[in-house]
């Protein structure tokens, strides 16, 4: 038996006593959609590409919701009108500094101007403050319009292969459809339903034996249980079991069957 996930070839494939056949899947196979609608206006991989976590798969007709993006950011970043604002405030702090001083030092300004130059100077300070806020609230609905335009962007969440391309260019996509499926085969798992009384020595991190047929060949490979169920199924009586073994070699074509390799019971097992 090869070590390390090593593939061992060992003659032909044949249900034996001590073995029980189980079928192999990818770790990873999801299908992918938008939460949005819209006409697909790229499609930038093929079915079988590789791809890397973060690529671009496929992007809707965005052109409607980049505008919208672009002009709230304009808005957002446009400081004319508060650098108006500032200058308004400045301009009458002046004036209400200015009145305030003649009114103590040379009676020469009345209270009745004194309270008009401070009141404009309290409306120009709240006027810059709103329009401040203003601001600020524009970015973050300029922000919103760009979450609305990533939207429509379908991103790859893992590395993996394109093995299904739903829809073609063109093609109005719903919200929630399936448009494209990725399985990661790099690691695969072995999925076996076994009776309770040959399942007692897997328990999770336990090693053990695969067998693979392959053009009349088998090979053998090493695989770790990583889930072992708590729970018997009540009209079957079989207990589910869960093996990951490597396969970055891609020798194993996922989705056949493959023989796990019993492990002997121990003493302890069987009582």
């Given at each position: 038996m090869g070590e390390g996930g090593t593939t061992v070839w060992a003659g032909s494939l044949a249900s034996s006593a001590g073995r029980v056949v189980c079928l192999s899947q990818p770790r990873h196979d999801i299908t992918l959609s938008l939460a949005v609608a819209g006409d697909i206006a790229k499609i930038l991989v093929q079915e079988g590409q590789s791809v890397g976590k973060g690529d671009l798969l496929l992007q809707l007709d965005d052109r409607q919701e980049l505008l919208e993006y672009q002009r709230r950011e304009?808005?957002?970043?446009?400081?004319?009108?508060v650098n108006a604002a500032k200058n308004r405030e400045a301009n009458t702090l002046k004036l209400m500094e200015r009145a305030k001083n003649l009114a103590r030092t040379t009676g020469s300004v009345s209270q009745e101007d004194v309270d008009k130059a401070t009141t404009d100077y309290q409306l120009a300070n709240a006027e810059r403050l709103?329009?401040?806020?203003e601001k600020k609230l524009q970015a973050l609905d300029?922000?919103?319009?760009?979450l609305d335009l990533e939207k429509r962007k379908l991103l790859s969440p893992m590395e993996g292969a394109?093995?299904?391309?739903?829809?073609?260019e063109g093609a109005t996509a719903l919200a929630n459809q399936p448009l494209v499926r990725l399985v990661d085969t790099r690691i695969?798992?072995?999925?076996?339903?076994i009776e309770h009384k040959s399942s007692q020595g897997l328990t999770k991190g336990?090693?053990?034996?695969?067998h693979f047929p392959t053009l009349g060949e088998t090979m053998q490979k090493n695989g770790v249980v990583v889930f072992a169920?708590?729970?018997?199924?009540a009209a079957s009586s079989l207990r589910e079991i869960k093996i990951e073994f490597d396969n970055k070699d891609g020798i194993i074509l996922l989705g056949s069957s493959g023989e796990l390799?019993?492990?002997m019971p121990t003493k302890l097992d069987q009582k």
């Amino acid at each position: 038996m090869g070590e390390g996930g090593t593939t061992v070839w060992a003659g032909s494939l044949a249900s034996s006593a001590g073995r029980v056949v189980c079928l192999s899947q990818p770790r990873h196979d999801i299908t992918l959609s938008l939460a949005v609608a819209g006409d697909i206006a790229k499609i930038l991989v093929q079915e079988g590409q590789s791809v890397g976590k973060g690529d671009l798969l496929l992007q809707l007709d965005d052109r409607q919701e980049l505008l919208e993006y672009q002009r709230r950011e304009l808005l957002a970043n446009s400081p004319v009108e508060v650098n108006a604002a500032k200058n308004r405030e400045a301009n009458t702090l002046k004036l209400m500094e200015r009145a305030k001083n003649l009114a103590r030092t040379t009676g020469s300004v009345s209270q009745e101007d004194v309270d008009k130059a401070t009141t404009d100077y309290q409306l120009a300070n709240a006027e810059r403050l709103r329009l401040e806020n203003e601001k600020k609230l524009q970015a973050l609905d300029a922000g919103r319009a760009k979450l609305d335009l990533e939207k429509r962007k379908l991103l790859s969440p893992m590395e993996g292969a394109v093995v299904r391309l739903f829809l073609d260019e063109g093609a109005t996509a719903l919200a929630n459809q399936p448009l494209v499926r990725l399985v990661d085969t790099r690691i695969g798992v072995l999925t076996c339903s076994i009776e309770h009384k040959s399942s007692q020595g897997l328990t999770k991190g336990k090693e053990v034996t695969i067998h693979f047929p392959t053009l009349g060949e088998t090979m053998q490979k090493n695989g770790v249980v990583v889930f072992a169920s708590p729970l018997q199924d009540a009209a079957s009586s079989l207990r589910e079991i869960k093996i990951e073994f490597d396969n970055k070699d891609g020798i194993i074509l996922l989705g056949s069957s493959g023989e796990l390799e019993l492990p002997m019971p121990t003493k302890l097992d069987q009582k």
